[in-house]
């Protein structure tokens, strides 16, 4: 680590900020060019330990750019981790206050829900598959503290890969007898359809996305627990949105899930 607990902290605070006061700040490698994945790392884990010092509860984790579209779309070539907290969470159908955020944006994602912990080194696809529970439909919204969604991968790994909201609905499916690769995913705004792929899009299989959080966690001596609700990633760019806006994410198979922007 290049950072000293204290710079960790304030840098923490400043991130934590920005999200809890819905104001933009420049990428934190501009004043800090020397800081190293670890310190973006742990970062993020003090603005967890913050939003857990003031009673807020995890209640799942999220992978970050594990698609081509993503990463073109934000000039990075390597997936990150996050988590999410309870008051990210918004009901199938429900609204999103564009006032608590400052610049939103939806993607499309498959979520997964496990019944056994999974532990790196060494998960796989397969194993993935195998702890799974079942999957379901998820927009998450995704809300970047830095300036015009303008960083780089250490900034936007502190700033918890940009996470700000998300929703679940459709059916809860079992992964047994579903090819998650091909599931088709078509996203709406408005009634129009602004995003169209298919699971594949994520990392080949978003299973795939899972184990690399699994493995990375692994290299950190942790696990993730059974129980747990993990967003796989964007399968396709993300897409702006504004108060008035509404959409709807339709995914084969897994039925639909919508969330309003007042
Ligand atoms: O969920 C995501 O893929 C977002 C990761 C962070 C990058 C971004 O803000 O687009
Ligand atoms: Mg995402």
């Not at 680590?1 to 934190?28: G, S």
């Not at 990075?76 to 608590?100: A, H, I, M, R, S």
């Not at 900034?155 to 579903?178: F, M, Q």
Request: aromatic letters at 4%; charged letters at 20%; one cysteine or more.
């Amino acid at each position: 680590m290049k950072l000293d607990r204290k710079t960790i902290e304030q840098l923490a605070e400043h991130l934590e900020n920005a999200e809890l006061q819905a104001h933009d700040v420049v990428k934190i490698t501009d004043a800090h060019p020397e800081m190293d994945w670890d310190d973006a790392y742990a970062i993020q884990a003090e603005i967890l330990r913050r939003k857990l010092a003031r009673g807020n509860k995890v209640v799942g984790l999220k992978c970050g750019l594990t698609s081509r579209a993503k990463m073109k779309q934000m000039g990075v070539e390597t997936p990150c981790f996050g988590f999410l907290v309870d008051y990210f969470t918004v009901d199938d159908g429900g609204t999103v206050k564009t006032g608590e955020l400052i610049h939103p944006k939806v993607e499309p994602e498959i979520a997964f829900v496990l019944k056994k912990p999974l532990k790196g080194p060494g998960c796989h696809v397969g194993a993935v598959l195998a702890a799974t529970d079942f999957v379901m439909a998820g927009i998450e919204v995704i809300d970047s503290r830095y300036r015009d969604f303008k960083f780089d991968l250490k900034s936007v790994i502190a700033d918890n890969c940009s996470s700000a909201r998300y929703v679940l609905g459709g059916v809860a499916a079992p992964v047994a007898g579903l090819d998650l690769r091909t599931l088709g995913v078509v996203m709406e705004k408005n009634g129009q359809p602004v995003a169209i792929g298919a699971g594949a899009a994520v990392l080949g299989h978003p299973a795939a996305a899972i184990a690399m959080l699994a493995n990375h966690l692994g290299a950190r001596g942790e696990e993730i627990p059974a129980g747990t609700m993990i967003l796989s990633g964007g399968v396709t760019e993300a897409v702006a949105v504004n108060a008035g806006d509404h959409v709807n994410l339709r995914v084969q198979s897994l039925g639909s899930v919508s969330v309003h922007f007042a």
